[in-house]
């Protein structure tokens, strides 16, 4: 199974910038879609950023100009660059993988999570 890991968080001050990364290891022969989640306190799960398996990317409406997602020359890797952050942004991020274990199984794994806080 794909195992991913999350690094990069911490706290900054609003209109300051943080790069989060998520690492992939396991039995992976691909990892076809990516994106980055994040969790409020009190509010669902919502989609922040993502890489299709057909290469589109997709932002939520409150990130678009401010958020990129890009896989990293790192094999395995891909990063959430934030900028011009808002205390909005401050949550739980979770990074998200899709693809095919060595198996070719399919596998849907989630990272455990990486606290993300903006002051204002």
């Known amino acids: 199974q794909a195992q991913l890991v999350e690094s990069g968080g911490g706290l900054v001050q609003a209109g300051g910038s943080l790069r989060l990364s998520c690492a992939a290891s396991g039995s992976i022969f691909s990892i076809n879609a990516v994106a980055w989640h994040r969790q409020a306190p009190g509010k669902q799960r919502e989609l922040v950023a993502a890489?299709?398996?057909?290469?589109?990317?997709k932002y939520a409406d409150s990130v678009k100009g401010r958020f990129t997602i890009a896989r990293t020359d790192t094999k395995d890797t891909v990063a959430l660059q934030m900028n011009s952050l808002k205390p909005e942004d401050t949550a739980v991020y979770y990074c998200?993988?899709?693809?095919?274990?060595?198996?070719?199984?399919?596998?849907?794994?989630w990272g455990q999570g990486i606290q993300v806080t903006v002051s204002s």
């Open positions: 998200n993988a899709e693809g095919f274990t060595r198996r070719l199984e399919e596998y849907n794994a």
């Open positions: 890489l299709t398996s057909d290469n589109k990317f």
